[in-house]
């Protein structure tokens, strides 16, 4: 591990980027990284965006499975702190380098360089974001691509790849959408003026107005346009990976491409069982690969959309063209682009996330489990703010990162006393709660190593009568399988027989339906403290979230760094005092 | 010394607002406070602002002479650092607690809380500000006022006293101006929208419109609107203080009383030789004391009007009105407010400033120095980026705090070479520099204890032609004797014998007009590290500043919580290991 530190902002050094014979087959893949703010033009209207390297969004990294990545991450901002999540990461060993704030590490100061160490273990599809405060929703992110290890047979078969991050993008600066989130009344943030492809999106204009019905003109854009959409070029009779992951703050997706069926082919990181299908669901937080096969007519080209789904839609879908290379590249489709289906057609989102099987050779989950969690998610109220708590619990990171704590044992950085492992038999999850008050606290969950524990994600209605949005639960340091999903409330004893414990794919991030439940399952096999959170970026601000912890005493060495501050910067200037 | 920490978010520790009997007259006035943004109305026009327990601007601090001041300052912020400058305060024995993040302490992350105690040794009008990034600009301020100890006679005879904190105000959020100076070319942020009394300004309106040119409507307000101006109620024949201090970001201001004149008797914390004035100047960092005798027709009210001079002003002055009780409070003056003195009358200005002596019984200067600074001030270029240097040095202050590095010892935290002590002999101020380039630096000069220190300030030709601002320099940890200010260059060997070395006036800010020089002496009594810059916040921003140390093996202890960032956190996590 290679800790650098810069203490005089005049003087550079310089870390190339290094390709390093590791063992056999395995690099280290080394990475200085400066992250500032800039303005940019996301969506052809001017905004602030954090850059990494001068880069938005931030630069891809691509690494093969058993690679070592290390970044050497430098803030420089004026005044913020900053840390980097490396999202589908498991960090097996390394969970100090997760990057979750106040969870894993403490935010890096503006001035200071934090290096993360972790390696990649299998292929897949991922990305990485920033997590603290809502600076994924200021636009710090970028692709995390892993492909099999040298010498390995990648089994998926394809010509070429393209890769698109999705992100959804406001006007409202981040800073006023925060302070809007923790007013009271709370100013909800309103749904996005943009979808982002690789941080590139239209404003009041579209590739395909003319099929518009909202007076949209066409968008004209100049060379070199920050904002003009990267067209996907192919050629005839080849079959491409396209992989799709989402960063959104707030938005469900839905991806088409007009005239082409998608083979689905991998899910957050995991190969599945392949299934076809006209258009595919993506929320925030998940990864996808899909293969999609030229054998369309050749002289023509084919809009790409991606739309608003699961909230009532006011942002104007993402428009790009799949441009043939033997039709002219600037040719417009000469019919509209795919319809993305109806944003409250729950029923056909639910179907498309069970056509998800595991792929062949995946591993099963054990048969049953030994602790099980049923989390009700629920919004409530405290002294008149608005926030979303679990099991009445809303919570609210401490300032020592729990890993910290556990780590030396610091019994007052965090409550060690658990959250509430189920919620009151009698609770109405269709209507209002009655009591629309909750707490906030920041208690964990701690699970001894190696045990399996099934999770329900148990779903309510809001605030308001007849309103239960959807939650992308993501959770980090582990994949689960997701065992099921169903309708009103879990009945445990009954619904475990619906489960499906032969092929449940594996995943990271899950949804949770109105009204609905998901079960889930993992083993606590990676020893460390694991955030477990709606990926919905204002919502785990108001308190959407739970922490895992596993196999505390099996937490190997934590690098000082990434625990210099609250009560661990205290025990760790004064340890070795007599 | 109490450090108090608040490891929970979901757990409140409460500290009254005690007073303390800690000698037989000074107290122990101890503060818990809270900073965070919320949306305001500073000029009418939502916003963000920076508040201390909820308030903008922040509370106002009344103690007296020889009183502890003990501040518990929790950062509630969701990303960003802080800290607060106790702005005129020597911070004699506490250089620690002097809030100028990079030079005395690290910022406060969010979450942790920051105890500031020091000791405030005599009367005077001062104010509190953030010293970090620009967070004065997002309008974390408020007044710090000492009164003369218990017991202690006050020299100013007055009846009451009116207390008036100006700044000036964006409606473009702090972020982006920051982002606009960093960047290439750079963005200037501008004229102010608005001036501010006490947190309140009227944008698009004025209390004065019937003779404004401007065709501004006239203002009106409902009961407790945020910016409605604060009227001053006065009785006929009292004579009132009116303390000013102006926390501007960059207007340079003027303050009259329509139809009375002011009798200036303090400037800085220091009692001056009382002179009368139509009006007043008050540059950024500035402040005075006047008192006014209400001697006018009492069934009428006046105008009082804060107008920009010193850049061609686009900001409308501030307005509002002197009531005498004996006239109808809601009625407005029948004749215009007092008109600000023309902005570039520059030789109007210096006359101004050249009017303030010492007061009797001020310490009088050292007859002549040990060591000298000539500090020219020039606009320059790195790399396309615009910024300030002095001596062709573009301060970028380290992320070790400096006064951790002195105390300790750390030859890396910043370059201990010295910064030019003078400039070219060749250099033309007159004109754009000849060479447009600088460098950043992070040097500081260090002096010996209790040795006597000049510096000249000497004014130059911007990037543009003929164009030569004003800049309000600021020390910190000391009072110093502006003992002359001149044209052109200073002349070693000949200026000097214009020097007022009989009376000179003892301030903390002294402005250095265009193309022209000014010359001030300070004793180095106060052992620590001190910043001197410009106190226009986006100058400092874009480097104009220096840093002083002195005495350093006088520095007494730093509470470890000063310095938990870069070098100094490491040193004192490792400082007992084997």
Chains 1, 2 share one sequence.
Request: with cysteine.
């Amino acid at each position: 591990m290679i800790h650098i530190h810069k203490p005089l902002m005049g003087m550079w050094w310089i870390v190339a980027v290094a390709i390093l014979a590791h063992t056999a087959s395995a690099a280290v893949r080394e990475y200085a990284w400066e992250v500032e703010y800039k303005f940019g033009w996301p969506d052809c209207k001017e905004g602030m965006v954090m850059a990494v390297n001068g880069q938005f969004p931030g630069p891809t990294i691509h690494a093969l499975a058993g690679d070592t990545i290390v970044v050497h991450l430098t803030n420089k901002l004026a005044t913020e702190g900053l840390v980097i999540h490396w999202h589908g990461i498991r960090q097996l060993g390394s969970p100090w380098a997760d990057g979750a704030a106040g969870v894993t590490q403490c935010a890096i100061s503006p001035g200071e360089t934090f290096t993360y160490n972790f390696t990649v273990d299998k292929p897949g599809t991922h990305f990485y974001h920033g997590h603290y405060g809502m600076q994924r929703s200021a636009g710090l992110y970028g692709s995390l691509i892993i492909d099999v290890a040298k010498g390995k047979k990648e089994p998926l078969r394809y010509d070429g790849e393209f890769n698109l991050l999705l992100s959804d993008w406001w006007h409202e600066d981040v800073l006023s959408q925060e302070i809007g989130l923790s007013s009271r009344p709370m100013r909800w943030i309103g749904e996005a003026q943009s979808i982002l492809v690789n941080g590139r999106g239209q404003f009041n204009c579209s590739l395909a107005a003319q099929f518009s019905n909202t007076m949209l003109p066409t968008c004209t854009f100049k060379e070199g346009d920050q904002c003009a959409p990267q067209r996907l070029h192919v050629e005839p009779n080849k079959t491409y990976r396209i992989r799709l992951a989402s960063s959104t703050a707030l938005a469900s997706l839905n991806f088409a491409v007009q005239g082409h069926r998608l083979l689905v082919v991998e899910a957050d990181g995991n190969y599945i069982t392949p299934f076809t299908t006209d258009d595919i669901d993506i929320y925030s937080g998940e990864t996808y690969s899909v293969l999609l096969t030229t054998d369309q007519d050749t002289s023509k080209n084919y809009y790409i959309s991606v739309g608003v789904r699961g909230r009532k839609p006011n942002t104007p879908p993402a428009v790009t063209v799949l441009n043939y290379v033997t039709a002219p590249s600037s040719q417009l489709p000469a019919s509209p682009p795919p319809e993305t289906p109806r944003w409250n057609d729950f029923d056909r989102s639910k179907n498309f996330s069970k056509k998800i099987f595991a792929g062949m050779g995946s591993p099963s989950p054990p048969e049953t489990f030994n602790e099980r969690l049923i989390l009700l998610n629920t919004q409530n109220l405290i002294d008149g703010f608005t926030k979303w708590a679990i099991n009445n619990v809303s919570l609210a990171v401490p300032g020592t990162p729990y890993l910290g704590s556990v780590k030396y044992n610091l019994r007052t950085g965090f409550n060690w006393n658990s959250p509430p492992k189920d919620y009151p038999v009698d609770y109405d999850i269709m209507n209002p709660p009655r009591n629309r008050n909750t707490k906030q606290g920041n208690g964990i969950y701690v699970f001894p190593f190696n045990v399996t524990v099934d999770v329900i994600l148990q779903n309510a209605n809001g605030l308001n009568a007849n309103a239960s949005e959807i939650h992308p639960w993501h959770l980090h340091g582990h994949d689960f399988w997701v065992l099921g999903y169903g309708e009103g409330k879990f009945k445990p004893g009954i619904d475990e027989k619906t489960y499906n414990l032969k092929n449940p794919p594996l995943r990271n991030t899950v949804a949770l339906y109105p009204y609905g439940w998901t079960a889930l399952r993992f083993v606590t096999d990676n020893p460390g403290v694991w955030f477990f959170h709606c990926h919905i970026e204002p919502h785990l601000h108001m308190g959407m979230g739970v922490v895992f912890a596993e196999g505390l005493n099996r937490i190997g060495k934590v690098p000082d760094e990434a625990l210099g501050c609250g009560l661990t910067k205290q025990f760790l200037m004064n340890r070795n005092n007599p």
